[in-house]
C-alpha cells in the first residue's frame, strides 16, 4: 500500500509540475496539459499511435500533451489507471479484461474473452453501440472516461516445447493476464497461469521458472523472447486490444469543442494504428522464424472446443444475451 500511495504522490507532484508549466507568462490563454502513459516499448504500434495523437493534439495549439512509455511512469498497467482515476491528467491504454477486473464490469470481459471477437474490423463500430456507451456511463461513474479500442495483435503461445495441441500445454508454467479472464484461459487449456509484470518474462524463461508466455508477435518480437524460446503455436486465442481511457476529471474540464476534437482524434488513430499493427505481424512472424522459432498452425477448432465449457457455466457472468446483443450492434 504504501509503494502505491508514493508513486501516486509522485506522479501527482510530475503533473502538477507538467501543468504549471504550460501557463504563459503573459497572460495568454493556458494549454491543456495531459500526458499518455503506456508500458509498452516506444517502437510498437501502441506508443506509436500515442506520439501521433500527443502531435496532433499539440498541432491544435490548445494542449500541451506529452508521452511516456515503456514503464517511464509505471510499469503496472492498472497503477496508471488508478491515478487516472484519481484525477491526473492521464490518457492509459489498458485492456477490457483489466478493466472489467479492475472496475467490476464483468460484461466489458467479452471484449477479449477467448475466440469471440475475431475481426479487428469490428472495433471501428465498437464506440457508436448503444452497450459501449452503457460501460462508459459505468466507468465514469468511477472517475474513468472510455474513449475507443485499438487492434493490438492476436496473442498466441511462445514455448520451450512444442505446443501441437491443447494436450501439450498441460502442466506448463504460462505467463498470461493475471485477471478473471487470464485465469480461465489457463483452467480450461490446463496450463498454470503466472501473472507476472511483463519485465519479469524473459528472466523467468532463461531461468527455467517459466515455460513460456502467452502473448501478441510485436511485443513477443520487440523482447526478443525468439532467443528463450522456439516454438511459436498458432492459437490466436486472444484479440488483444488497447482500450484507451482518461480522467474524467480531465476530460470534464475540457470544453464540448475541445472534448470532441479530442475523442475524434482518438478514435481515428486508433482506427489507423490498428491497421498499422495487422499489416506490420506478417514481418514479425518472418524475423520469428529467421531467428529459430518453429511457427506452428494449430486446429484452432480443437483449442475452441476445449473453451466451450466457459460459455456454457457462463463463468464470466455475462449478462443473459449479451453476445447476440453485442453482434447486432456491431452488425448496424
Not at 65 to 78: E, M, R
Not at 206 to 226: F, H, M, N, P, W
Request: glycine content about 8%; proline content about 3%; hydrophobic content about 40%.
Amino acid at each position: 500500500m504504501k509503494k502505491v500511495a508514493v508513486g501516486v504522490m509522485s506522479a501527482a507532484m510530475v503533473f502538477g509540475l507538467l501543468f504549471s508549466s504550460c501557463t504563459k507568462k503573459d497572460g495568454a490563454q493556458k494549454k491543456v496539459a495531459v500526458t499518455f502513459a503506456g508500458t509498452e516499448a516506444a517502437t510498437t504500434g501502441q506508443s506509436r499511435m500515442m506520439q501521433a495523437v500527443a502531435d496532433r493534439l499539440n498541432a491544435s495549439g490548445k494542449f500541451d500533451a506529452t508521452v511516456q512509455v515503456a514503464g517511464a511512469l509505471s510499469g503496472d498497467t492498472d497503477a496508471l489507471v488508478t491515478q487516472a482515476k484519481l484525477g491526473i491528467n492521464l490518457v492509459v491504454p489498458s485492456d477490457p479484461g483489466r478493466l472489467a477486473s479492475q472496475f467490476d464490469i464483468p460484461d466489458l470481459n467479452i471484449l477479449m474473452a477467448p475466440y469471440i471477437l475475431t475481426d479487428p474490423a469490428m472495433l471501428k463500430k465498437l464506440p457508436d453501440t448503444q452497450i459501449f456507451k452503457e460501460w462508459s456511463a459505468e466507468l465514469e461513474k468511477q472517475g474513468i472516461v472510455y474513449i475507443t479500442n485499438m487492434y493490438n495483435g492476436f496473442r498466441c503461445f511462445y514455448t520451450t516445447t512444442p505446443v501441437r495441441n491443447v494436450a501439450d500445454l498441460k502442466g506448463l508454467r504460462i505467463r498470461g493476464f493475471g485477471n478473471t479472464i487470464g485465469n480461465k484461459l489457463a483452467k480450461y487449456l490446463g496450463f498454470a497461469n503466472i501473472g507476472i509484470s511483463w519485465g519479469e518474462v524473459f528472466p523467468g524463461i532463461q531461468q527455467k521458472t517459466l515455460d513460456g508466455c502467452e502473448v501478441q508477435v510485436a511485443t513477443a518480437d520487440g523482447s526478443r523472447i525468439y532467443e528463450v524460446t522456439k516454438n511459436l503455436a498458432m492459437t490466436k486465442h486472444y484479440m488483444l486490444q488497447s482500450a484507451f481511457v482518461c480522467s474524467a476529471s480531465f476530460y470534464n474540464s475540457l470544453s464540448p469543442a475541445d472534448q470532441a476534437f479530442f475523442v475524434k482524434t482518438m478514435r481515428d488513430a486508433a482506427v489507423e494504428y490498428g491497421a498499422i499493427i495487422q499489416s506490420e505481424e506478417e514481418g514479425f512472424y518472418n524475423n520469428m522464424k529467421k531467428n529459430g522459432v518453429t511457427v506452428r498452425e494449430v486446429n484452432i477448432d480443437e483449442f475452441k472446443k476445449a473453451i466451450e465449457p466457459l460459455y456454457e457455466t457462463n463463468e464470466l457472468g455475462f449478462s443473459e444475451g449479451l453476445k447476440d446483443r453485442l453482434f447486432t450492434q456491431l452488425a448496424n
